[in-house]
């Protein structure tokens, strides 16, 4: 087929792109937006002049891109695509990996997976690579490897969007249909991982392979929590069987991290991201003095100048950032987060506040309203954690901006603590202030504090139970309900192509997800003694939210970028943290919380008995961490393979060609 021009004006690229093909997207269309030919498309805000859009224009257009521009509304689009030419010659200058053809050495293995550096002739003359070459994916990394290398565009996509110019990929409507078959209308709670790596990247699938392996791995503690709740219902002894489960929540918590660790090993090695963190290139927003060498595992390397000048070896000519820098950014952000944990604090107090008064007119008043104080404290704590965490994520997102970090890795492990330590706080400090304050009595603004019907104990449950369901329907409701009311609002108004293409909410990342898992996870592990169907809610829970993040990516969101994820990061690291907090946490709410439990012991008996308790599931947490390598042998002998494999096969190629 003829290749379009490399560049169509606004005029004719409106009526290509609407009258040609508004039936691929829009009307009709499940997933909002796809335009046949093209990958990726610019938004031009209406105050963008002319010269401003041609400037793009131009470097587009020098690096063999080709553009189409449309008009949406009061924003000027321009659509673009690589031919097949300029792909190849583009993976080939920055040496992508791409997986090889089995030799057919392999001793029936389960899983072997080759790469290689694409090259042209490997390619075409001898046909060495697994076919697609190209698909979508790969075809939006290589453009985005145009757009924003040095020596190619140089274009700093997201300054450009802190301008009001946005930039991101175009569903593939082919590809798109065909994961939704394999992954949506299926009943399988299980993620075609492979498939959605393909599709959206190694970042995005390795969040839906931690919560696939997070909501299988629930099913035993939900399960064990069900008998102990049925069991403890007759009997009344809530916390006898609260002190069994957390014992099992402990061991649980370890033995489901080392597994996903294993897990994650695999993944990576299929993917071939095992090195990815070595190999990472800088960010784009990364500054610095520009210095000639490159960066390594224990810094950066100082080239000679006078052997690498800056004209021959551009791609060695980089920015620098004293250590110094970075960590003095640390000290002077740190106040900004205490006085936000501050505000917390005063916060959660004020609202507890509230609710140490609905228990004195719970038990003083007999009008519904006063039965109705506690409950609604419990709502409005809800609601605070969700407001808070939103203020926060925007203030911790500018703080970890101004660090300047080289890599997106870097920038996102920053991210994640910040996250960790507010969210934290945020989340549990109620929890935390009922079972180990209130529990102990004394006043508050000089009123008593006493647990309703002097049983801290349930009241801790039932706080958790609320504040833990609040959280989960309107987690559901902003990443699915909200949207999908958006685009309906959309269609009506009989949007074409273009104005739908605008409407999709942009996908923020795994990043928010990881929070919701990861304030799940704290709410499942650390008060496990008091609330034993928190398993249960997850489980539930992320049944659920396995098929609504694949709808949200699919339908109700623009495509994200493919990023590339050796692991989880920092949010392995986290519930590590949280894992030995729980056992602690829980220890502490059967010494303090516990009146039944335990009770014909001393107080200091009592504490030994917990020492010991919380020595014993450590100890236990140690031996099953070194027992469980992170790394499957059966990972560490397919690495060895397909080393062999990749070198048998490029040696007959080279035999061949002699």
């Known amino acids: 087929p003829v290749s379009p021009p490399r560049f169509m004006s606004a005029e004719a690229g409106t009526k290509a792109l609407l009258d040609t093909k508004a039936a691929d997207y829009g009307g009709g269309s499940d997933f909002g937006v796809k335009i046949e030919r093209y990958d990726f498309v610019f938004r031009f805000p209406s105050e963008s002049t002319r010269s401003e859009i041609e400037g793009v224009v131009e470097k587009l ?334 203030v911790a997102e500018k703080l970890t901006d101004r660090e300047n970090h080289r890599t997106q890795t870097e920038y996102e492990d920053s991210l994640i603590i910040k996250t960790f330590l507010f969210q934290f706080v945020n989340s549990f400090i109620s929890l935390y202030y009922i079972a180990f304050v209130k529990s102990r009595g004394g006043t508050l603004f000089g009123h008593e504090m006493v647990c309703k019907n002097n049983d801290c104990w349930h009241e801790l449950s039932f706080q958790l139970l609320s504040v833990f369901l609040i959280q989960i329907v309107w987690g559901q409701f902003m990443e699915v309900g909200l949207p999908w009311i958006k685009n309906k609002f959309a269609q009506r108004k009989g949007s074409d192509a273009v104005s739908i293409l605008l409407e999709l909410d942009i996908y923020e990342g795994v990043f928010s997800d990881y929070c919701e898992m990861f304030i799940q996870f704290g709410y499942v592990t650390l008060f496990s003694a008091a609330f034993m169907l928190a398993p249960l809610a997850a489980l539930l829970n992320n049944f659920a939210e396995a098929k609504t993040d694949a709808f949200k990516l699919l339908s109700n969101t623009r495509r994200p970028l493919p990023y590339k994820a050796e692991d989880i990061g920092s949010w392995q690291v986290v519930m590590d943290i949280m894992s030995g907090i729980a056992v602690l946490t829980n220890a502490l709410v059967l010494l303090l919380t516990a009146k039944d439990f335990l009770s014909s012991l001393g107080p200091y008996n009592k504490l030994m008995v917990i020492i010991i308790f919380e020595h014993c599931i450590f100890i236990m947490k140690f031996i099953i961490d070194k027992a469980i390598p992170d790394v499957p042998a059966s990972v560490r002998k397919h690495m060895a393979l397909d080393a062999f494999e990749a070198k048998e096969l490029l040696e007959a190629v080279n035999n061949a060609q002699v």
């Open 61 to 394: 257009q020098k690096n063999r891109l080709e553009v189409t521009e449309a008009g949406g509304g009061d924003s000027k689009l321009l659509f673009v695509r690589a031919d097949s030419e300029t792909l190849e010659q583009a993976a080939e200058e920055q040496a992508l990996q791409v997986r090889l053809k089995q030799t057919g050495s392999s001793t029936g293995a389960d899983f072997t997976y080759a790469f290689a550096e694409y090259t042209r002739s490997n390619h075409h003359v001898r046909g060495i690579y697994q076919e697609p070459v190209f698909p979508s994916r790969r075809r939006i990394i290589v453009i985005m490897h145009i757009l924003e290398d040095p020596r190619c565009c140089a274009l700093n996509l997201r300054e450009m969007a802190k301008n009001g110019v946005e930039s991101f990929p175009l569903h593939n409507e082919e590809e798109a249909r065909a994961l939704e078959k394999k992954w949506l209308k299926k009943l399988s709670f299980s993620a075609p991982l492979d498939d959605v790596r393909d599709y959206f990247g190694e970042k995005a699938a390795l969040y839906f392979a931690y919560l696939e392996h997070y909501t299988w791995s629930l099913i035993a503690p939900a399960l064990i929590g069900l008998v102990f709740f049925f069991m403890a219902i007759p009997t009344k002894t809530w916390e006898a069987q609260g002190a069994f489960f957390a014992i099992f929540m402990s061991i649980w918590s370890s033995v489901f991290g080392e597994l996903w660790k294993r897990r994650s090993a695999r993944l990576a090695y299929q993917w071939n991201v095992l090195d990815f963190e070595e190999e990472e290139k800088a960010r784009p927003e990364f500054q610095g003095d520009i210095r000639c060498g490159f960066y390594c595992d224990g810094g950066f390397v100082e080239l000679d100048t006078m052997k690498y000048p800056q004209k021959d070896y551009p791609h060695l000519w980089v920015p620098f950032q004293k250590p110094n820098t970075k960590n003095l950014k640390y000290v002077t952000g740190s106040p900004v987060v205490l006085m936000l944990l501050t505000v917390v604090l005063i916060g959660t107090i004020s609202i507890l506040f509230f609710k140490t008064l609905g228990d004195h007119h719970g038990k003083t008043g007999s009008t519904f309203m006063d039965k109705l104080y506690s409950p609604l404290g419990s709502c409005l704590n809800a609601a605070f954690i969700i407001f808070m965490n939103k203020i926060y994520s925007g």
